[in-house]
């Protein structure tokens, strides 16, 4: 599975971006697909994931209720919307394929894509 990410950008605070990530690969829709984000000079942390069917899907705590994990199976793709957007949310976001097909913050993301930069300015 390849993955690449689009949608990053610069916007104020308060603001809205929509973050892509169209994946290759006939397995997609049998895995999860998560979304992950890295600050300069932090560890890399977990953001949402969603399992394979749409079903379910998970936050952080720190953007619950800001941003919302979506997929579209027919055409390869998971999308984060991001609301409400804060300083604090600027990081290189990275989207994910699952080893499995429910995902969640602990399971395995064995395929990455390279990131793309969101900036919030306050």
């Not at 979304?35 to 300069?40: T, Y």
């Not at 300083?87 to 894509?113: L, N």
């Amino acid at each position: 599975v390849q993955l690449g990410e689009s949608g990053g950008g610069l916007v104020q605070a308060g603001g809205s971006l929509r973050l892509s990530c169209a994946a290759s690969g006939r397995t997609f829709s049998n895995r999860a697909m998560g979304w992950f984000r890295q600050a300069p000079g932090k560890e890399r942390e977990f953001v949402s994931a969603i399992s394979w069917s749409g079903g379910s899907t998970y936050y952080a705590d720190s953007v619950k209720g800001r941003f919302t994990i979506s997929r579209d199976n027919a055409k390869n793709s998971v999308y984060l919307q991001m609301n409400s957007l804060k300083p604090e949310d600027t990081a290189v976001y990275y989207c994910a394929a699952a080893t499995t097909m429910r995902g969640g913050p602990t399971t395995r993301y064995e395929y990455w894509g390279q990131g793309t930069q969101v900036t919030v300015s306050s």
